[in-house]
């Protein structure tokens, strides 16, 4: 209790400090906002015109820093979301238990400092102009209403949790499952701690915080990893099933905003044919909207489909298709940059051909290098090659510079589809989807067939020792000498030589990782995971 | 269709050959310096261009089109990119001069495979062999050819090479290539040519002192792009030779994004390519918009639909309220009567354009001299004014026109001269009254002069009187009756006369000036969709983003999703609640917590009725979309993966760090 008073006294000072720091930065604020504003109304006409799109958000809250904010802090949103449209299912004081009838007390009141802090910054953000210290110190003093309900809310969380912890007492396994509330709210990291944290942090120029804020290599997250979890992590198969029966929300008003896109399809066939080229940007995935492009408009003519999201595509492909399918060119070329000139001089010397180049991600990871953009944009700027093209990374415009930018020529289309991803993640190496193993263990067991019968079983025993040991985290490998004895006791090799020379072929074809450790011993070690070996040991022993 | 496509061709052909002839003159200039140049060393010229790079490519070509014509067939264009290291560069300087060769003299197609070969080893030695084949051969073999070329080119014609983008090639590159080449300068007369975008200064900068002795460097300014532009504007939007027209407020955004953005000429013009290709698209009616020989034929063609089209035009339906009850019949049933009265209205719009413009300039005349530029300096700024609103009655106008009582005579009588040359030229019928009002001034004007002199006669023959007298007092009195008079008598006449040219001007100003969606049937020639042309031009991908994730009920009207403030419903999109969530997160962000807290998040949304039985199904689903929506945002590009700690991510956007 006594702890925690002297932290609200210290918070209660530096919270005057603050209030005068904001005062500074209030006025800087002021003076750019002023500024950033003049040139908002200077460009933005918009802004007076009904159908604005909603692009008269200013640059500053969209890019803006925000606050510090604890690291709870998105449990504490996820059950604010949660409980959002059940209001009426308000937290009842009356249950509440005497015995955290002091100690919550005093967090609560830290709890709502903390909420005046962060509602001073945020006021900070939204009314630069009018917010006057005064009034902030008049809220200081006495707090909104909403303010109360909100600590209400931590209060009857940290029952919650009270609760939960009564029950995991009372069962005997903790498999049940508790209700989702009580599991957000259940991660409440040292409180005092983060109170601390906060006050420490100086409320400086926005520029300093960011560099502040990435010098600093501590991190205060939470350590729990998905291991923990008793949940199988998902390999692509079962992801892919389990999305698809996945009912997909607000399809009707998918359909319609769809429907909207294309009725621009004409529109854009025109402006292809008046030399611009067109990009389509927006949340969603655009495939399926230039797909249907595809099909209804550009049956007849010839067209090129590029999926800049297929994580082996390179330009050169690209000209490549082009000049073998579309010019019917054999041959090969020194570089892209000569290959491009062939293509430029072929079109330029044959009017009649027209080619359409569609790219669903065109800043995907393989094409947004600035040579490749280069290439492409020289490519789009030809008069007869019609391109159309989607981006959906949020720097993708950083790609082009001023050169490039009328080389492409573009016209920008916003065609927020809401569509999900699903080609376009499909390649991409999520964290939370299991690698899945079937790809690896086919080709060890391809390579492996190849090999002679005592290399494979040299490298059995390299497997089987590695699963021995598969439970000691630390395991750094089978050393190059015990290798050699087990082998030599197993009649596999007859001297060192020839087992280097297995092992510089296993090497060669990646089944084997050799490393030194600290004592200079070569240590060898398989780079698969433990279950794909298993199954591979249980398929060889089929074979046998 | 048709007719609005080759309208706009012919449109998109006038904007470039316009360009190109703003770019000429300086050509010229450029040209002639050459030639005199020839003699020195390594001669160079510093074109210091601006920084609208993407313009210079169209001045490049200009350029060496015209040297090309006028002084030497040996021009060769290079570009950064294309010159890695000096080898590339040789090989694609051999390439552009052979080229250039084979042209002048393609008869001689031995020697055209000869120099193909040649181009295996690139070498200045080759170069210059080649250069002395070239000239030697032209010189002996062919007299009469020669005669013909030396008309046209000099006796040693120069090999012109020209860097476009000389801030972007490597400093090793150029300085190799200045060495080399200025060892063979007595063999080979090279001229360089230098793009300048940033300052000249980056010569000295690029160059140590040894390479760039070896220079003699002129610098040449070249036209400012602002310049371009009021050319542009000048010659595009403001004569009546096009039919098409720009609203105020497109206009307005077209300057803005010229000035705040890019300074690109050709940016400009795009925008205005798109303006008329949205307007023909987009309205109807714009098959109207043609020039005024066509409007008799186009009218009498309109079918049923189109002439209910105008009808419906807010414009027209303003203008048949005003008329009388028998005439609002007839036009709003009878299509032929329509017909004519759409000529007669249409031929009235051209010339109140014709009216305008030139009204316009003379005001111009008037408010670009005047002390702080109430009405800004560039008739650019003017057009926009007086297209918005009625100019008149703003404040910068009426702090001009007293600006403008206060104008001594000498601008006054110059400015009302170049109005009513202005007014001469211009092909408006009604201004003969206007001009010979106007020339009625200025003969006042004279006529005061030589009053004005009489005056002084007077006024000194006073002074001798006051001479003689030597009373103190009267003195003092005739002093002051001698200066209230002056005031009241003589500075009235210059100023009564000046008050009156200030009013006629303003009545000029409010009879033509009107702005032009005032007008009956405005529609047809102006363009006036400012958000369509912004959005195209200017987006904001980012913020499209940015809306679309923080508030999907712009985009997906259904009512659940509907929320006030900065909230968001918990039936969102999956995508929608987890970047929702991961805005409260540090730089790093754990997995584990983020999917508890979306399904909590989901779970609340979904019903709570979820028992025991099939939650372990309903658990893995979610997990499911859990993962689809964060590899959404990683292609996004909201988070990344990170290796500091284990299952977390890391942010990449700024917020909340």
Known sequence: GTKVRKDKAQLSVSVKRFVKKLENICDNEAQEILEEKNYVAALGICAQDPLGNGSNISGGEVYSFQTPKRSNKMAELASELAKTPEKNVAPDHSKCPEKMAKTPQSSEEIFLLMHVFSLLLQNKKKEFVSTTPYRLRKRLAAPDPYLESESEYSASCSEEEDEEEQKEVGAVLSDQKTPAKTKAASTPPPRNNLAKKTKEQKMGNLVEEYFEAHSSSKVLTSDRTLQKLRKRRLNQQTLHDLLKNAPLAYAAEIRDLNQQHESLFSKWMLQLHLGFNIVLYGLGSKRDLLEKFRTSLLQDSVHLVVNGYFPSITVRSILNSITEEVLDHIGTFRSPLDQLEFITKRFKEDSSLELYVLIHNLDSQMLRGERSQQILAQLSSLPSIYLIASIDHINAPLMWDQAKLSLYNWLWYETTTFNPYVEETSYENSLLVQQSGSLALSSLTHVLHSLTLNARGIFRLLAQHQLEKKDNPSYPGLSFQDFYQQCREAFLVNSDLTLRAQLTEFRDHKLIRTKRGADGVEYLLIPVDDSTLTDFLEKEDEDV | QQIQEDLNKQLLDNLLSFLSRSHSDFQEKTTKWTCRMKFREIP??????????????????????????????????????????????????????????????????????????????????????????????????????????????????????????????????????????????????????????????????????????????????????????????????????????????????????????????????????????????????????????????????????????????????????????????????????????????????????????????????????????????????????????????????????????????????????????????????????????LKEFLTQFQNLEAEASQERDVSVSSQKELQKKTDLYHLQKTLLELKESRRSKKLTKFEMLRFEVVDYIDRLVRKYLVPADKRTLHEIVYFNAATVLRGHLNAAPRTALHTALNNPHWYLKNQALKCDGGGISNKAPDICIVYKLHLECGRLINLVDWLEAFSTVVMAAEEPNADAASSDEVDDIIHARFIRAVSELELLGFIKPSKQKTDHVARLTWGGC
């Open chain 2, 44 to 437: 160079t010229a510093a074109l210091v261009l601006g920084v609208n790079v993407t313009d210079h490519n169209l001045t490049f070509r200009g350029l060496s089109d015209v040297l090309q014509d006028n002084i030497t067939p040996y021009v060769a264009l290079l570009e950064a990119k294309d010159c890695p290291g000096i080898k590339n560069l040789m090989q694609k300087l051999m390439g552009q001069l052979m080229n250039c060769d084979i042209e002048v003299d393609s008869l001689e197609d031995e020697d055209c495979v000869q120099v193909s070969q040649n181009r295996i080893r690139c070498s200045m030695p080759s170069l210059v062999s080649w250069y002395e084949s070239v000239t030697k051969k032209t010189d002996s073999e062919t007299p009469s050819k020669k005669r013909n070329s030396s008309s046209r080119h000099w006796q040693s014609p120069p090999v012109v090479v020209i860097f476009k983008d000389m801030e972007s090639f490597t400093t090793k590159v150029l300085q190799d290539f200045i060495v080399i080449s200025s060892q063979h300068i007595h063999e080979l007369p090279l001229v360089l040519i230098f793009g300048i975008a940033t300052s000249p200064m980056i010569i000295h900068r690029l160059l140590p002192h040894s390479v760039s002795s070896l220079l003699c460097i002129e610098l040449f300014q070249s036209l400012s792009c602002k310049e371009h532009l009021s050319t542009i504007i000048d010659k595009l939007l403001l004569t009546s030779r096009f039919p098409f027209k720009l609203g105020g407020k497109v206009l307005q955004v077209l300057i803005n994004i010229f000035l705040y953005h890019d300074f690109s000429v050709q940016n400009f013009i795009k925008g205005f390519q798109l303006c008329i290709m949205e307007h023909f698209y987009s309205q109807p009616l714009s098959v109207l918009c043609c020039h005024l020989a066509d409007i008799k034929k186009r009218v009498y063609s309109l079918s049923n639909d189109q002439c209910e089209n105008i009808r419906r035009l807010p414009s027209f339906r303003r203008y048949v309220e005003k008329q009388e009850s028998g005439k609002q019949v007839e036009l709003l049933t009878n299509d032929s009567f329509l017909k004519e009265e759409t000529e007669k209205l249409l031929e009235d719009l051209h010339v109140y354009h014709e009216n305008y413009v030139s009204i316009l300039r003379c005001l111009h005349v008037f408010t670009s001299s005047l002390p702080k530029y109430p009405l800004g300096k560039q008739i650019r700024e003017l057009h926009c004014a007086c297209l918005e609103n009625q100019v008149w009655e703003t404040e910068e106008y009426e702090s001009s026109l007293q600006l403008a009582r206060m104008l001594n005579k000498a601008d006054l009588v110059t400015m009302l001269q170049q109005c009513v040359e202005i007014l001469m030229s211009s092909s408006g019928k009604e201004f003969n009254k206007t001009v010979e009002k």
